[in-house]
Nanobody
């Protein structure tokens, strides 16, 4: 099992920045990649970004590319999401996720952290 704990959400004005953190514990050696998803009220959960755990290769949704940066501290088992130039439409609960193989669904999830961007 892999246990994920997010932190760093909050309230910010449009144009501001926030950094989310997600720390993994347990059988972290099985992690292939970690990702951030988000879910706004009344919408489906959507992919935001992911990072290959060992290589550090990032991938982004078009809606956040150029504004958000995903990174990881391998030694601390922590993945970060630096969010800049935030927009009201970025308001959502942000979830950290992990999986053991790139062809598998994300099976490990954090509890979520609220990000609210005011206009």
């Amino acid at each position: 099992q892999v246990h994920l704990v997010e932190s760093g959400g909050g309230l910010v004005q449009a144009g501001g920045s926030l950094r989310l953190s997600c720390t993994a514990s347990g059988r972290t050696f099985i992690i292939n990649d970690m990702a951030w998803f988000r879910q706004a009220p009344g919408t489906e959960r959507e992919f935001v970004a992911r990072i290959v755990w060992t290589a550090g290769t990032p991938y982004y949704a078009d809606s956040v590319r150029g504004r958000f940066t995903i990174s990881r501290d391998y030694a601390k088992n922590t993945v970060y999401l630096q969010m800049n130039s935030l927009k009201p439409e970025d308001t959502a609960v942000y979830y950290c996720a992990a999986r053991s193989m790139p062809t598998m669904p994300y099976s490990y999830w954090g509890q979520g952290t609220q990000v609210t961007v005011s206009s």
